[in-house]
């Protein structure tokens, strides 16, 4: 299914009367102080953020999975889905494959189907925390910190598998996250697994293109529930040192234990110039995948807002890799990944509203309170005006959810595809 600008077009008729109003006067606000409305536009456009290819289906827990209707039930109907929220926001220009679940079969025609769509692929993932059906080996006690060296090359064939594969699709990454972990004090010697992992990870990195990065994802706990190999921002940026220039961390939000400050994180690993990706979700609790912004919205403007103090002053660390990383365990995906995108866009925009300088200023003074004010004004600010605006100026969608729900997507992928398909993933 593909949405042509003539659809959103008319679409869009129905909510400019309203939008325009709004823009301006938030825009008038903004220009008397200074504020570079334009630049913020483009920066808006320019921001992509990869889909996950494993969060295009419902997703579940182990007390159940409520499967969804119309469900992608292969790489191309991912890809599709992809082009869809890409056709409504035009800020997902990208997909991330998890392998082996997104094996593409006719790399060639699904390398044009993504083109057609406006996707590239980002980082690839390796997958060496489930068994494969006839695999000599198993992964129950780990994959590359395992006891066993014979365990430990399977699993580095893999990602060896995983690099060729994103190579052929014009991936530039390999995200790296291990499961690998001990449930019971006594059954792993820690430095016995970090050097494995340390040394199986250096072979990853040295067989890796020149022009490839290796992102190394960090996790406190699960499936792994007294030790996790790569627990923290710590041990991933051990790692990623230990490999090389291009090995970086990447953080997942929902890998934290609870109350950890997250935005101090991300300044510690960008002063580092380590920070390679993002996976953006929300959680209450644990790694619960929920909807970005949907829980901590303040916490995810201040990530924001470190980074973007980071990209202006952090020349040494690359922009960091933007990716979605949720499990739809009771929404519509797609509508789920719309409202993860938009929360993502209003929480970059506060943070580019956040007066740097007069900041900094506070901050030499001491000055408390001005520095939460200044801080609290930017997130106090309803941008959502300059983000619709943004698409507007982009041929998207001037409300993508609402527009979703009008043209009876949903619908028609369950038209096309039936009610029962299942797509791969979690
Ligand atoms: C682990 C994780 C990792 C993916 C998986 C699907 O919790 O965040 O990024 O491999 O989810
Ligand atoms: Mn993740």
Partial sequence: MKLNAEILNEQNRR??????????????????????????????????VAIPSWALGAGGTRFGRFSYQGEPASLEDKISDVGLIHALT??????????????????????????????????????????????????????????????????????????????????????????????FPGQHNFQEALQNTQDSLQHIYKSMPDDWKLFVEYKPYEPNFYSTVIQDW????????????????????????????????????????????????????????????????????????????????????????????????IKDPLEDLLQSLEAIQIAYVQALLVDQNGLREAQRQQDVTLSQEILQDAFRTDVRPLIREARLLSNAALEPLLTYRALNLRGQLIKERGSYTVASGL
């Avoid at 060496?128 to 430990?152: E, H, I, W």
């Avoid at 990623?240 to 609870?258: K, M, Q, S, V």
């Fill in 15 to 48: 909510f400019i009367k309203t939008h325009e109003p709004e823009y301006h006067f938030l825009a008038d606000k903004l220009e008397k102080r200074g504020v570079d409305i334009k630049q913020i536009i483009e920066k808006v456009q320019e921001l992509q």
């Fill in 90 to 183: 035009n800020t997902a220009g990208a997909i991330s494959l998890h392998i082996p679940w997104d094996v593409p079969g006719d790399v060639k025609a699904i390398k044009e189907l993504a083109a057609s769509l406006g996707i590239e692929f980002d980082a690839v993932n390796s997958n060496t925390f489930q068994d494969q059906p006839n695999m000599k080996k198993s992964y129950r006690f780990g994959s590359l910190c395992n006891t066993d060296s014979a365990v430990r090359e399977l699993a580095i064939q893999h990602n060896l598998e995983v690099i060729d594969i994103g190579k052929k699709l014009g991936s530039k990454s390999l995200t790296v996250w291990l499961a690998d972990g001990s449930n």
């Fill in 234 to 329: 710590g041990t991933s940026l051990m790692l990623a040192e230990a490999c090389g220039d291009r090995a970086y961390t990447l953080i997942d939000l929902g890998h934290h234990l609870p109350n950890t400050n997250i935005e101090q994180i991300v300044a510690t690993l960008m002063m580092k110039g380590k920070l390679g990706g993002f996976h953006f979700n929300d959680s209450k609790y644990g790694d619960d995948d929920l909807t970005v912004g949907s829980v901590k919205p303040y916490s995810l403007f201040l990530i924001w807002n470190e980074l973007v103090y980071g990209m202006e002053n952090n020349s040494n660390n690359p922009i960091p890799a933007w990716m979605i990383d949720a499990s739809h365990n």
